[in-house]
């Protein structure tokens, strides 16, 4: 990114909206508030555009937003529709009056960590997915299957193997400190269920019970360490499949999102993935720099999955 661009970058997902603006590398200004259903959703473009602009007006004021060069929009759901993604840039783009770019949120996250190269991502947060551009500009994908048919190994899935864990120690299986760690939602573990039930989002209050899992592995709980390393040995599967063998010396990922946070899962992680030949390097950025990104620099092998409207685009 050149010194003289100004870039507003936005990062809006299902739970989070996110936008910043850059000048440069310097960042001018930051504001976020909740998420959005998706671009694909029945009048998502509209939703996506006008939460955009929500949060924008949050920004501090007298940010130089009338000098902007560019926006870049990472946006939950753009896999599922390119119309309405591009239907999302046309209206970023006569808005502000420059070129826009639209991509996913997880083409996005892989674009922030290794800044345009190919290579492959793992992004665990609520959900869990490995994503990998090879040389040609092809996506390749494992995993991202929501929270009935796959994520497996994300928080969501950690959250809801150690209540399930709780459930079971109720019922006469083996004891484990996640039973306590339950008093934390509820009164009583009989209550897990009707307490489920009622929350607004369960994968989202599901994800809430992982950090306690994490923490009685850590602190040596077996059932919890049970399910940490079922985890991990899934997720080595996920970022396998995604790889798929790819050349040029040892395959390397870099991870991404809330579960890896945790030092103590990203180790656990790092040994799995090194018994299967796999090398994690520290991203390079997240999202909202993979936004930024798509919004400067055109001719990105991720080109393809990246929906752009306006003109004088930058090579």
Not at 28 to 36: E, K
Not at 49 to 71: M, Q
Not at 261 to 281: P, T
Request: one cysteine or more; charged letters at 20%.
């Amino acid at each position: 990114m050149e010194a003289t661009e100004v870039v507003l970058a936005a990062d809006i997902g299902k739970s989070r909206c996110r936008v910043e603006l850059r000048s440069g590398t310097e960042l001018l200004g930051a504001a976020d508030q909740h998420g959005f259903p998706g671009v694909h959703v029945d009048n998502g473009p509209t939703l996506a555009f006008e939460l955009l602009l929500e949060t924008t007006a949050l920004l501090p004021p007298a940010l130089p937003i009338s000098t902007l060069t560019g926006v870049g929009a990472a946006v939950a759901g753009v896999e599922a529709s390119e119309e309405k993604s591009r239907e999302l840039a046309t209206m970023l783009s006569q808005r502000f009056g420059v070129p826009a770019a639209v991509l996913s949120d997880a083409t996005a996250a892989q674009l922030g960590a290794l800044q345009g190269a190919p290579g492959t991502t793992l992004i665990v947060g609520t959900g869990a997915v490995a994503f990998r551009f090879d040389d040609s500009g092809v996506l390749h994908r494992a995993d991202g299957w929501g929270p009935y048919l796959g994520d497996r190994g994300s928080g969501r899935w950690i959250g809801q193997q150690g209540l399930q864990a709780v459930l079971r120690a109720l019922d006469g299986g083996p004891a484990t400190s996640l039973s306590a760690a339950a008093g934390a939602l509820v009164e009583s573990p009989e209550h897990l269920p009707a307490w489920l039930a009622g929350t607004d989002n369960p994968y989202r209050a599901m994800a809430r019970f992982a950090p306690l899992v994490l923490h009685a592995a850590e602190a040596g709980d077996a059932v919890a360490l049970n399910i940490i390393g079922e985890a991990c040995s899934i997720l080595t599967e996920t970022v396998k499949l995604a790889s798929g063998g790819e050349s040029g010396g040892s395959q390397r990922v870099a991870m991404l999102g809330g579960v890896v946070s945790s030092e103590f899962f990203a180790e656990l992680l790092r040994k799995s993935l090194a018994s299967a030949g796999i090398e994690v390097v520290a991203p390079l950025g997240d999202g909202l720099d993979g936004a930024a990104l798509a919004a400067t620099r055109r001719g990105l092998i991720q080109e393809r999955y990246i929906h752009r409207d306006g003109t004088n685009w930058p090579d």
